[in-house]
């Protein structure tokens, strides 16, 4: 059960931001503090095609999903620096406090972001990625890296 998968320019959540960057040169924050753990697409593949093909494993809980992150955690507000310095933006950003939250929903459509998305982007996203490392004898890619291919992927 991946966390935040972002990658190849076509996820909604960081390809999104980074559009948004480099278009406009700002960006929203929605509460700031709660913490996320992105996950690259290609590092889901390479953890998928590496060990979906092989011998069965001995898991610790069968029947269980694994659960898979990025190799960091990191707050929203930390994500969205590193993304405006990937991108070069210049603009203001955008905080939108708990008391606003409620508010945002009756216009979230206008920016193609459904309520339970709106929802969902307040709660922390984050694993333990353990049990997956040492069962599949897997490590992610660091996360600046995957940031800055993801922003090169981003065609605006």
Same mark, same amino acid.
């Given at each position: 059960?991946?966390?935040?998968?972002?990658?190849?320019?076509?996820?909604?959540?960081?390809?999104?931001?980074?559009?948004?960057?480099?278009?406009?040169?700002?960006?929203?924050?929605?509460?700031?503090?709660?913490?996320? +753990? %992105?996950?690259? &697409?290609?590092?889901?593949? =390479? $953890?998928? #095609?590496?060990?979906?093909?092989?011998?069965?494993?001995? /898991?610790?809980?069968?029947? +269980? %999903?694994?659960? &898979?992150?990025?190799?960091? =955690? $990191?707050? #929203?507000?930390?994500?969205?620096?590193?993304?405006?310095? /990937?991108?070069?933006?210049?603009? %203001?950003?955008?905080?939108?406090?708990?008391?606003?939250?409620?508010?945002?929903?009756?216009?979230?459509?206008?920016?193609?972001?459904?309520?339970?998305?709106?929802?969902?982007?307040?709660?922390?996203?984050?694993?333990?990625?353990?049990?997956?490392?040492?069962?599949?004898?897997?490590?992610?890619?660091?996360?600046?890296?995957?940031?800055?291919?993801?922003?090169?992927?981003?065609?605006?």
């Amino acid at each position: 059960r991946p966390t935040m998968i972002f990658g190849r320019g076509g996820a909604l959540n960081i390809s999104r931001i980074v559009r948004q960057l480099k278009k406009y040169g700002v960006s929203l924050q929605i509460g700031g503090d709660q913490l996320v +753990q %992105p996950l690259h &697409v290609d590092d889901l593949c =390479q $953890l998928l #095609v590496t060990h979906g093909t092989g011998e069965s494993l001995v /898991l610790p809980s069968p029947n +269980q %999903p694994f659960e &898979v992150g990025g190799d960091a =955690q $990191l707050s #929203v507000a930390e994500l969205l620096d590193d993304l405006t310095q /990937l991108t070069g933006a210049r603009g %203001p950003r955008i905080r939108v406090g708990a008391s606003a939250r409620g508010r945002l929903g009756a216009v979230a459509g206008l920016a193609g972001v459904r309520p339970d998305q709106l929802v969902r982007i307040t709660e922390d996203k984050v694993v333990d990625n353990a049990d997956v490392m040492r069962e599949f004898e897997w490590v992610p890619v660091s996360t600046p890296h995957r940031l800055e291919q993801a922003v090169e992927e981003v065609v605006v």
